[in-house]
């Protein structure tokens, strides 16, 4: 038999998983400190809820996971966290609003491969659902800032809204079937230059006048710690926003207006933001969201329903904090005990009882092959115990970071990795 993985997945060894789960565990942190609860839906939904029209809609069939269960049910693998949370919201009318909550969890899609692209991935959604506040709004931006703060990652949080650049194309005068498309083109500014979203908007059949007044109307970038002068729908909602992230005490020269912005998908209805490395050496988006006011409701049937949410991506993070060259580890131990034909195992117990990741030699290595070991795994700390230990009821204890060697009692010991580990965190 070949051995071989299903393409577009991938296995992550310890190195890696163990760096993907400190990920998770700081933002769930953040998560919780903001408010949000956790939520937890099936991997696996019915077919036609994820194909909804206000689901995905037609083009998402193509990319879908389908498959039909004993009871000749069609099923599929969900694409996305947000179809089954307003799944959740539909079978569940007496939450209580706002209702926020965090999900974190794979998704499925059939689609093309490339690097940063798989067919299995991790999303880490945060929503707020029952406020039409910007406050909701801005509280995530504010939880975004402090997530990467948190994972040591310096960020800007790129932010507009789509009725600034709805309003826009009205003014100049796109016919109202090429607004969308003229949006998604416009999107693409800071990507290809103004040059090629010109080529581009041309083909659409606008008139050259249009584009120019399409260009001369639009605001220019401008960090929010400044005045903004936006004279088109969706302002005042800028603006309340732009004060709500000051009573929040918001670090607003990582906070930046870009009018062009405008997401790839057609669901967001208000705000929307972006967020990348501030030194831009890693180009891909590690968050982004907005504010959905239509879809839910759409979905569900019940009118409108203000939403507002925003979706971490586990890979680019993870990706990223390779990039800035966060250590790695080939395992969680922090202290590896090598024994020396004596019995240790009440010594690791008593190490595990004080909350130290702990785990022993079984094979019967030599202590040099042992403290190889213990170095290639990346584990900080090795205990040593041979008759001579045992007799005094002592341990030698070596720091494998620095080399530093003491003999002391196990208190002292557990006492020290203790130390150690809580300033390293």
Same mark, same amino acid.
């Given at each position: 038999?070949?051995?071989?993985?299903?393409?577009?997945?991938?296995?992550?060894?310890?190195?890696?998983?163990?760096?993907?789960?400190?990920?998770?565990?700081?933002?769930?942190?953040?998560?919780?400190?903001?408010?949000?609860?956790?939520?937890?839906?099936?991997?696996?939904?019915?077919?036609?809820?994820?194909?909804?029209?206000?689901?995905?809609?037609?083009?998402?069939?193509?990319?879908?996971?389908?498959?039909?269960?004993?009871?000749?049910?069609?099923?599929?693998?969900?694409?996305?966290?947000?179809?089954?949370?307003?799944?959740?919201?539909?079978?569940?009318?007496?939450?209580?609003?706002?209702?926020?909550?965090?999900?974190?969890?794979?998704?499925?899609?059939?689609?093309?491969?490339?690097?940063?692209?798989?067919?299995?991935?991790?999303?880490?959604?945060?929503?707020?659902?029952? &406020?039409?506040?910007?406050?909701?709004?801005?509280?995530?931006?504010?939880?975004?800032?402090?997530?990467?703060?948190?994972?040591?990652?310096?960020?800007?949080?790129?932010?507009?809204?789509?009725?600034?650049? =709805? &309003?826009?194309?009205?003014?100049?005068?796109?016919?109202?079937?090429?607004?969308?498309?003229?949006?998604?083109?416009?999107?693409?500014?800071?990507?290809?230059? $103004?040059?090629?979203?010109?080529?581009?908007?041309?083909?659409?059949?606008?008139?050259?006048?249009?584009?120019?007044?399409?260009?001369?109307?639009?605001?220019?970038?401008?960090?929010?710690?400044?005045?903004?002068?936006?004279?088109?729908?969706?302002?005042?909602?800028?603006?309340?926003?732009?004060?709500?992230?000051?009573?929040?005490?918001?670090?607003?020269?990582?906070?930046?207006?870009?009018?062009?912005?405008?997401?790839?998908?057609?669901?967001?209805?208000?705000?929307?933001?972006?967020?990348?490395?501030?030194?831009?050496?890693?180009?891909?988006?590690?968050?982004?969201?907005?504010?959905?006011?239509?879809?839910?409701?759409?979905?569900?049937?019940?009118?409108?329903?203000?939403?507002?949410?925003? =979706?971490?991506?586990?890979?680019?993070?993870?990706?990223?904090?390779?990039?800035?060259?966060?250590?790695?580890?080939?395992?969680?131990?922090?202290?590896?005990? $090598?024994?020396?034909?004596?019995?240790?195992?009440?010594?690791? &117990?008593?190490?595990? =009882?004080?909350?130290?990741?702990?785990?022993?030699?079984?094979?019967?290595?030599?202590?040099?092959?042992?403290?190889?070991?213990?170095?290639?795994?990346?584990?900080?700390?090795?205990?040593?115990?041979?008759?001579?230990?045992?007799?005094?009821?002592?341990?030698?204890?070596?720091?494998?970071?620095?080399?530093?060697? =003491?003999?002391?009692?196990?208190?002292?010991?557990?006492?020290?990795?203790?130390?150690?580990?809580?300033?390293?965190?």
């Amino acid at each position: 038999m070949k051995l071989t993985l299903s393409k577009g997945t991938k296995d992550y060894l310890p190195e890696e998983q163990i760096v993907r789960e400190r990920i998770k565990s700081s933002l769930v942190k953040v998560f919780e400190r903001f408010g949000f609860s956790p939520l937890e839906t099936p991997i696996i939904e019915m077919r036609d809820v994820l194909a909804s029209k206000y689901a995905g809609g037609a083009e998402i069939l193509k990319e879908m996971f389908t498959l039909t269960d004993q009871g000749k049910r069609e099923l599929a693998l969900r694409y996305d966290l947000t179809v089954p949370f307003a799944r959740v919201v539909g079978m569940n009318p007496n939450l209580r609003l706002p209702f926020k909550r965090y999900e974190i969890g794979k998704v499925f899609r059939d689609g093309p491969i490339k690097l940063g692209r798989y067919r299995e991935f991790t999303q880490c959604d945060v929503d707020t659902i029952g &406020s039409k506040s910007m406050l909701a709004d801005a509280e995530l931006i504010a939880l975004a800032l402090s997530a990467f703060n948190e994972l040591g990652l310096d960020v800007e949080i790129e932010v507009n809204n789509r009725k600034v650049l =709805s &309003s826009i194309m009205r003014k100049a005068g796109v016919p109202a079937k090429l607004i969308s498309k003229s949006i998604l083109v416009v999107d693409k500014l800071e990507k290809v230059g $103004i040059d090629e979203v010109r080529k581009e908007l041309g083909s659409l059949d606008l008139k050259e006048s249009v584009v120019d007044s399409i260009f001369d109307s639009m605001p220019k970038s401008s960090y929010f710690s400044s005045k903004l002068s936006i004279p088109f729908e969706g302002a005042d909602e800028i603006e309340s926003l732009n004060s709500y992230l000051r009573s929040l005490n918001v670090d607003m020269k990582k906070v930046k207006f870009v009018p062009s912005l405008a997401r790839g998908l057609e669901i967001y209805t208000g705000t929307i933001f972006e967020v990348f490395l501030k030194d831009k050496s890693f180009t891909s988006a590690l968050a982004a969201g907005g504010r959905y006011d239509d879809i839910i409701g759409k979905f569900i049937g019940k009118g409108e329903v203000p939403a507002v949410g925003i =979706s971490f991506g586990l890979d680019a993070v993870f990706d990223a904090l390779k990039l800035k060259g966060i250590k790695m580890n080939n395992s969680v131990v922090q202290a590896y005990i $090598i024994p020396i034909k004596v019995d240790c195992l009440n010594i690791l &117990s008593r190490l595990r =009882s004080e909350g130290i990741c702990t785990d022993i030699d079984q094979i019967g290595r030599s202590p040099s092959k042992n403290l190889d070991f213990a170095n290639k795994e990346g584990i900080p700390f090795v205990v040593i115990v041979g008759q001579k230990e045992k007799d005094k009821d002592i341990v030698k204890l070596k720091n494998m970071v620095s080399g530093e060697e =003491s003999e002391l009692s196990l208190e002292k010991a557990a006492e020290k990795i203790k130390s150690y580990l809580a300033k390293s965190l």
